[in-house]
């Protein structure tokens, strides 16, 4: 096991003039067919493609920013409507922090049905939104 000082500073130099050394193609994965993107996937020991069931299992997480802009409301007034604080909302959007599953929950509410959360919010408030 290597043990390093805490006072020790590394330093590195990028030449960038130079492409890395695995630069990706783009133009040549562009190009590339579905059966092609599959059959590379499949020989990956690394990353092999999931199973049916593999995937039937998954959950979505939902995309707070596509629920906004489907809802084409500005992430000041979606985080008003919602009752959320706009840094939190901001760094969900950012990918600074990951939604709990209580706020995917409520996430997926409000992308399916607005309105009951409104409805929600303004019967616990106690009166009229």
Same mark, same amino acid.
Request: glycine share 4%.
């Given at each position: 096991?290597?043990?390093?000082?805490?006072?020790?500073?590394?330093?590195?130099? =990028?030449?960038?003039?130079?492409?890395?050394?695995?630069?990706?193609? @783009?133009?040549?994965?562009?190009?590339?067919?579905?059966?092609?993107?599959?059959?590379?996937?499949? $020989?990956? !020991?690394?990353?092999?493609?999931?199973?049916?069931?593999? &995937?039937?299992?998954?959950?979505?997480? !939902?995309?707070?920013?596509?629920? $906004?802009?489907?809802?084409?409301?500005?992430?000041?007034?979606?985080?008003?409507?919602?009752? &959320?604080? &706009?840094?939190?909302?901001?760094? @969900?959007?950012?990918?600074?922090?990951?939604?709990?599953?209580?706020?995917?929950?409520?996430?997926?509410?409000?992308?399916?049905? !607005? *309105?009951? =959360?409104?409805?929600?919010?303004?019967?616990?408030? *106690?009166?009229?939104?």
């Amino acid at each position: 096991m290597m043990t390093r000082d805490s006072d020790t500073t590394v330093r590195t130099t =990028v030449d960038v003039s130079r492409p890395p050394e695995h630069a990706v193609d @783009w133009e040549a994965f562009d190009a590339l067919t579905d059966e092609e993107v599959r059959a590379a996937a499949s $020989r990956d !020991p690394d990353n092999p493609p999931l199973t049916a069931d593999e &995937l039937a299992r998954m959950r979505r997480v !939902p995309d707070v920013r596509e629920i $906004r802009d489907s809802m084409g409301l500005s992430q000041a007034k979606f985080a008003d409507r919602f009752e &959320l604080p &706009l840094a939190t909302l901001q760094d @969900w959007e950012q990918g600074r922090r990951r939604l709990n599953r209580s706020t995917q929950t409520l996430m997926h509410i409000i992308e399916h049905e !607005p *309105g009951a =959360v409104d409805r929600a919010l303004r019967k616990a408030k *106690g009166g009229r939104r």
